[in-house]
């Protein structure tokens, strides 16, 4: 069952590291279900240059996001030291 991860902003408790490495680790993980049961880059890109809000956002800069993504975890999250 996938779970949802909720992040709000907020002053006085904000996130901590474990949330959003996880979070981070998801989103990795989401993007490559979809590229593993057959959606190409193109169609990626049309569905989110369809959600409200998206038709000002670069095609250039979405493809862009899209090829980084299975990288995101190497640059931001760490593994545990193992003791």
Known sequence: MVQN????KNEET???PELLAESIVRVGKA????TEEGLTENGIVALLKGMKGMQTVPTSSIR?????LPKLSSYYV???IKK
């Open 5 to 8: 991860i909720r992040i709000v």
């Open 14 to 16: 904000p996130e901590t």
């Open 31 to 34: 993007f490559a279900r979809l």
């Open 64 to 68: 862009l996001i899209l090829r980084n």
């Open 78 to 80: 760490r593994k545990p």
